[in-house]
């Protein structure tokens, strides 16, 4: 899916005037209906000023082979210090991807699926740079994870 954007719609959040906000081929959509689209597909965005493309961005949640075989490279084990975990890893977002549509390297990890749990629907998270990563609680700003065997309200 090709999305055609106004730079200035973009910015704006909103589509006005003759801006532009279309899917090639299908016509004019919503902004949002354009994120909402993008979510759970691989597309691109070309942003424009009317005549002139101002970038073109590869938009999608699945990781490339290539960012795949750098996170192999980095180590195939859960990421959450002190786990260690090196079966039934999920490559995971570290922020939500709904909040920047972008899947980055600098943002992807390796979680157990215990933590990618804890991450997704507990309030958990990962902070800091692959190699020098902190598991901050809930309720924390940093602290250490829970225990493997832990149960959870």
Same mark, same amino acid.
């Given at each position: 899916?090709?999305?055609?954007? +106004?730079?200035?719609?973009?910015?704006?959040?909103?589509?006005?005037?003759?801006?532009?906000?279309?899917? *090639?081929?299908?016509?004019?959509?919503?902004?949002?209906?354009?994120?909402?689209?993008?979510?759970? !597909?691989?597309?691109?965005?070309?942003?424009?000023?009317?005549? +002139?493309?101002?970038?073109?961005?590869?938009?999608?949640?699945?990781?490339? $082979?290539?960012?795949?075989?750098?996170?192999?490279?980095?180590?195939? @084990? !859960? $990421?959450?210090?002190?786990?260690?975990?090196?079966?039934?890893? $999920?490559?995971?977002?570290?922020?939500?991807?709904?909040?920047?549509?972008?899947?980055? %390297? =600098?943002? %992807? !990890?390796?979680? !157990?699926?215990?933590?990618? %749990?804890?991450?997704?629907? @507990?309030?958990?998270?990962? =902070?800091?740079?692959?190699? +020098? @990563?902190?598991?901050?609680?809930? @309720?924390?700003?940093?602290?250490?994870?829970?225990?493997?065997?832990?149960?959870? *309200?």
């Amino acid at each position: 899916m090709i999305v055609i954007i +106004d730079h200035a719609a973009l910015t704006r959040g909103r589509v006005e005037g003759d801006e532009r906000c279309e899917i *090639a081929g299908v016509g004019p959509v919503s902004l949002a209906t354009a994120r909402s689209l993008l979510a759970d !597909c691989f597309g691109a965005a070309i942003v424009t000023n009317g005549v +002139d493309v101002f970038t073109v961005a590869h938009l999608g949640r699945s990781v490339t $082979e290539h960012q795949r075989s750098a996170l192999e490279a980095r180590g195939y @084990r !859960c $990421e959450v210090p002190g786990c260690g975990a090196t079966r039934g890893l $999920e490559i995971d977002h570290i922020d939500d991807w709904h909040d920047s549509f972008k899947t980055a %390297l =600098e943002f %992807l !990890c390796w979680l !157990c699926k215990r933590h990618h %749990l804890d991450k997704t629907h @507990r309030g958990w998270r990962l =902070e800091g740079p692959a190699g +020098d @990563r902190r598991w901050v609680g809930p @309720r924390s700003r940093a602290g250490p994870h829970p225990p493997r065997d832990a149960s959870v *309200a």
